[in-house]
């Protein structure tokens, strides 16, 4: 029982403690079968040991040993139904239905009917979870959309006039800058920074004639970008090809004949 003994230091309590253990075992001197008597052999130990705990402790232990082996009890039979049979959920599941030719009461067709058996994945089940090839080609171009937007396209297109800006501000002297800022005049740098600012919007206006915002797919979004850079790389070198009326006649000419022939290809 988990009890543990050792030497006391009242005798009266250790004899009170004997007596309430015999009493308790054997269910009071007054009881009519010895079915709940210790054995001989724990008599004789508790004859020669002394206990540590009082009459009432060793009471009070024994009544919560007592409840905890009656409800374990209880909780074995509500789990086998309160029918004493131990079958388990797998023989449940694993059941077989009435053979064929045998007649089945209302009562065990509800009985079958409640008991569901667990559906594995198969091969089919799991290829048609999938994505579709249709729903996967949705996804790449959402995704090409987000990271490929008019402004990132624009800022692409122009990137080498950017990079050439750049590389200006490193190779100019601090004074040259001074002195030019000093006279009004628009020196190397401040022409790139210029052409470069010019890019940026006669590009984002290009990409509005393509309904770059409005493309469907990858390849329609390529080919808008491709066609509105190369028409303005080929028509414009520097921000005062930019302000000359006639050149820039001529680019928006050749922007309505590549926007004519991109929406033929792809039948806008």
Known sequence: MGLFWGSSKGGSNADQSRTAAVEAAGGGSGGDNNDGMISEDLAQYLETRESQLSNREFKALLRRQSANAEASKQAAES?????????DFLSMIQA???????????????AHSQVEIPKLPTAISTANSMKKPKEYQNFEFEKYRRENDEKEVVLTNCSEIQHAFYDCLGRQKIWDRVTAVARLDSDECTKLADFFMACTEIQKKALLTFDYASLETVDEMKAASRKVDKV????????DEIRDKEKYMNYTKELRR???DFYAKFNK
């Not at 789990?79 to 079958?87: K, M, V």
């Not at 077989?96 to 509800?110: D, I, L, W």
């Not at 303005?232 to 921000?239: D, L, S």
Request: no cysteine; proline share 3%; net charge negative.
């Open 258 to 260: 590549e926007r004519e």
């Open 96 to 110: 077989k239905g009435p053979q064929a030719g045998t007649e089945v009461s209302a009562g065990e067709t509800g």
């Open 79 to 87: 789990s086998n139904g309160g029918t004493g049979e131990g079958g």
């Open 232 to 239: 303005f790389t080929n028509a414009f070198h520097g921000v």
